[in-house]
């Protein structure tokens, strides 16, 4: 049976030592309530109750689209106890079979929907009735009740918090390690010291989900749509086809004249356009595609009659049924029922459908107009003698074809030297013309990688700036109004797979594409080993039953990419792999 969680968010208090209310500043796009309250919704089956007390008109304002439950805490300046008894007394008014409660804080800005599906599966796994998060050698929030603390929770008075159920009964208590747990705000110092840039690859995919502009529409002729996808409904006009046709070289007779000896009276071509009558006891010669004769139901295979030398037939097919080898009017598609919905992808048989029922041209789902920057001084075209320290610039090629695979075919890129004012003026102008902005290189932390620097000046905000993860941890993703700006790191290797990771499908979604790349599940031929604390994405072979991970895996090593068709993925937290262990794996091709 599955038991039934609420999740209590304390976010009641004047944040008397920030001089703000904590509530609402922001961290990676939006305010810290907003996502603490996203992040609780989105475990299955939770029910979320958000206590408020000062600051109560901005902060529902800024709960205005949550379908969490607010509840008004009017004596928050008593302590933290009044606002854990109104949320639990919420919780059960509404859900008077909860089975657990989880305790958390709003001011936590790396406790995530994760976090709380570990603290429950603890609590699954060990039968322990109090799961508290650990962080460099003590315990705190948030910490997960079970349903026989909740007299003991509701007992609190003054300044006590739950963390005094938790002590008076550790017998009963484990210990969920969380490192990040230890990042709270309470003073301007701790926020603006937050690793801000630092974050999971779910999370940094569920932030740039969360910027997607809504998909633009564009009409195309019908010979230039392909591979889009189809943003209207498509609304037969005619009947196709349009009349009763043969699907077969044969004879057309009355199906009642079937045991009848007849003589063949006319002939009707494809792309006859008299209209022929064909009266009783008698058959017409008729080709695929031609229009069956008035008073026609059935065609005969001309392998299965007998032709006299008097232009006669007898037919020799018992297996013959009334309507074989006739196409009925309307038999592909009717006059005003749909012939083809939206979300369509238009393959060739697609196209030649549309066009067979008279489409000239579609509502296509438009695709983003992309301008690739490449910065660097040391970048050098194909083509030209390299100096010290120079090299071939290369992932303008890669990107490109990259961005062919996904349907965009026309892409400016342009080269900018290590100079700010060239870069800045470069993306200023990028930004005018381009939907989605790839810069690439100058993202690190270099003295002369200042690309994210200059970004925000041009008025782009950061969502976010490094991942746990390798390659690629220090891609940037910034907004401007519904602008999309990628900062790819310069290595080839990072630079693709952070645009296979992130760029690839923000582009689907954007264009209403199909996931072209897949995950799987597999085993590995090979150990590899890694410590914890960054996803990794490895270049690997996949052979159809097994994976490969293969040889040089440095950020800046092409060659071994050129022969991957996977990447093979090691988890933030993981060891590496043994050989033979089930692994899941990011099919490329």
């Given at each position: 049976m599955?038991?039934?969680?609420?999740?209590?968010?304390?976010?009641a208090?004047n944040s008397?030592?920030?001089?703000?209310?904590?509530?609402?500043?922001?961290?990676e796009?939006?305010?810290?309530?907003?996502?603490?309250?996203?992040?609780?919704?989105?475990?299955?089956?939770a029910?979320?109750?958000v206590v408020?007390?000062?600051?109560?008109?901005?902060?529902?304002?800024?709960?205005?689209?949550?379908?969490v439950?607010?509840?008004?805490?009017?004596?928050?300046?008593?302590?933290?106890?009044?606002?854990?008894?109104?949320?639990?007394r919420?919780?059960?008014?509404?859900?008077?079979?909860?089975?657990?409660?989880i305790?958390?804080?709003?001011d936590?800005?790396f406790v995530?929907?994760?976090?709380?599906?570990?603290?429950?599966?603890l609590?699954?796994?060990?039968?322990?009735?109090?799961?508290?998060?650990?962080?460099?050698?003590?315990?705190?929030?948030?910490v997960?009740?079970d349903?026989?603390?909740?007299?003991?929770?509701?007992?609190?008075?003054?300044?006590?918090?739950?963390?005094?159920?938790?002590?008076q009964?550790?017998?009963?208590?484990?210990i969920?390690?969380?490192?990040?747990?230890?990042?709270?705000?309470?003073?301007?110092?701790?926020?603006?010291?937050?690793?801000?840039?630092?974050i999971?690859?779910?999370?940094?995919?569920d932030?740039?989900?969360h910027?997607?502009?809504?998909?633009?529409?564009?009409?195309l002729?019908?010979e230039?749509?392909?591979g889009?996808?189809?943003?209207?409904?498509?609304?037969?006009?005619q009947?196709?086809?349009?009349f009763?046709?043969s699907?077969?070289?044969g004879?057309?007779?009355?199906?009642s004249?079937?045991?009848?000896?007849?003589?063949?009276?006319?002939?009707?071509?494809a792309?006859?356009?008299?209209?022929?009558?064909?009266?009783?006891?008698q058959?017409?010669?008729?080709?695929?595609?031609a229009?069956?004769?008035?008073g026609?139901?059935?065609?005969?295979?001309?392998?299965?009659v007998?032709l006299?030398?008097?232009?006669t037939?007898?037919?020799?097919?018992?297996?013959?049924?009334?309507?074989?080898?006739v196409?009925?009017?309307?038999?592909?598609v009717r006059?005003?029922?749909?012939?083809?919905?939206?979300?369509?992808?238009?393959?060739?048989?697609?196209?030649g459908?549309?066009?067979?029922i008279?489409c000239?041209?579609?509502?296509?789902?438009?695709?983003?107009?992309?301008?690739?920057?490449?910065t660097?001084?040391?970048?050098?075209?194909?083509?030209?003698?390299?100096?010290?320290g120079?090299?071939y610039?290369?992932?303008?090629?890669?990107?490109?074809?990259a961005?062919?695979?996904?349907?965009?075919?026309h892409?400016?890129?342009?080269h900018?030297?290590?100079?700010?004012?060239q870069?800045r003026?470069?993306?200023?102008n990028?930004?005018d013309e381009?939907?989605?902005?790839?810069l690439v290189?100058?993202?690190?932390v270099?003295?002369?990688?200042?690309?994210?620097?200059?970004a925000?000046?041009?008025?782009?905000?950061q969502?976010?700036?490094?991942?746990?993860q390798?390659?690629g941890?220090?891609?940037?993703?910034?907004?401007?109004?519904?602008?999309?700006?990628?900062?790819?790191?310069g290595?080839?290797?990072?630079?693709l797979?952070c645009f296979?990771?992130?760029?690839?499908?923000?582009?689907?979604?954007m264009?209403?594409?199909p996931?072209?790349?897949?995950?799987?599940?597999?085993h590995?031929?090979?150990a590899?080993?890694?410590k914890?604390?960054?996803?990794?994405?490895?270049?690997a072979?996949?052979?159809?039953?097994a994976?490969e991970?293969l040889?040089?895996?440095?950020?800046?090593?092409?060659?071994?990419?050129?022969?991957?068709n996977?990447?093979?993925?090691l988890e933030?937290?993981?060891n590496?792999?043994a050989?033979?262990?089930?692994v899941?794996?990011h099919?490329?091709t």
């Amino acid at each position: 049976m599955i038991k039934q969680t609420g999740i209590v968010i304390l976010a009641a208090g004047n944040s008397s030592r920030l001089g703000l209310p904590k509530q609402l500043l922001e961290f990676e796009g939006e305010t810290l309530l907003k996502r603490i309250s996203r992040e609780a919704l989105a475990v299955p089956d939770a029910k979320v109750s958000v206590v408020i007390g000062a600051y109560p008109d901005p902060i529902n304002s800024a709960l205005k689209d949550s379908t969490v439950s607010v509840v008004s805490n009017p004596h928050w300046a008593t302590g933290m106890s009044t606002s854990i008894v109104v949320g639990l007394r919420d919780l059960l008014k509404h859900h008077p079979h909860l089975d657990r409660c989880i305790i958390s804080l709003c001011d936590q800005p790396f406790v995530d929907r994760h976090v709380f599906q570990q603290l429950i599966q603890l609590a699954d796994s060990t039968d322990k009735g109090i799961v508290a998060t650990g962080f460099s050698g003590i315990w705190g929030a948030p910490v997960l009740f079970d349903r026989k603390y909740f007299e003991h929770l509701m007992c609190l008075e003054g300044q006590q918090g739950a963390k005094k159920v938790a002590e008076q009964f550790s017998e009963d208590r484990v210990i969920f390690s969380y490192e990040d747990a230890k990042y709270d705000i309470d003073t301007q110092d701790d926020y603006f010291n937050l690793p801000h840039q630092f974050i999971r690859v779910q999370q940094a995919k569920d932030i740039i989900h969360h910027y997607l502009p809504a998909p633009k529409q564009i009409r195309l002729p019908l010979e230039e749509a392909l591979g889009y996808t189809l943003a209207q409904t498509v609304i037969a006009k005619q009947s196709i086809p349009a009349f009763p046709q043969s699907s077969m070289d044969g004879y057309a007779i009355r199906y009642s004249d079937k045991e009848r000896e007849l003589p063949v009276v006319d002939k009707i071509p494809a792309g006859t356009t008299v209209e022929k009558i064909l009266t009783e006891g008698q058959a017409m010669r008729i080709y695929t595609g031609a229009p069956l004769p008035q008073g026609a139901d059935t065609v005969v295979m001309q392998e299965k009659v007998d032709l006299s030398d008097a232009d006669t037939i007898q037919i020799r097919d018992e297996a013959l049924q009334l309507g074989d080898n006739v196409r009925p009017e309307g038999s592909e598609v009717r006059a005003e029922s749909i012939a083809m919905l939206t979300g369509t992808t238009l393959t060739p048989a697609a196209i030649g459908y549309l066009a067979g029922i008279g489409c000239r041209d579609v509502l296509v789902t438009a695709p983003p107009r992309i301008q690739l920057i490449l910065t660097g001084d040391e970048l050098k075209p194909i083509g030209t003698t390299l100096g010290y320290g120079e090299v071939y610039e290369s992932n303008s090629y890669q990107l490109k074809a990259a961005l062919r695979q996904q349907g965009i075919l026309h892409v400016e890129s342009r080269h900018v030297p290590d100079d700010r004012s060239q870069l800045r003026a470069t993306l200023e102008n990028a930004l005018d013309e381009a939907d989605i902005v790839l810069l690439v290189g100058g993202v690190s932390v270099g003295d002369y990688d200042y690309v994210v620097d200059v970004a925000k000046t041009c008025g782009i905000k950061q969502r976010f700036h490094r991942i746990r993860q390798k390659p690629g941890k220090p891609l940037f993703f910034g907004t401007q109004n519904e602008k999309l700006v990628f900062g790819l790191p310069g290595n080839p290797s990072s630079a693709l797979t952070c645009f296979y990771l992130y760029v690839a499908p923000a582009l689907e979604r954007m264009m209403e594409l199909p996931q072209r790349i897949r995950s799987i599940k597999t085993h590995t031929t090979h150990a590899y080993s890694k410590k914890p604390g960054l996803t990794h994405f490895l270049k690997a072979r996949y052979d159809g039953h097994a994976v490969e991970p293969l040889h040089a895996q440095e950020s800046y090593r092409l060659q071994s990419y050129a022969q991957a068709n996977c990447l093979l993925i090691l988890e933030e937290d993981s060891n590496g792999c043994a050989a033979g262990d089930e692994v899941y794996i990011h099919l490329l091709t």
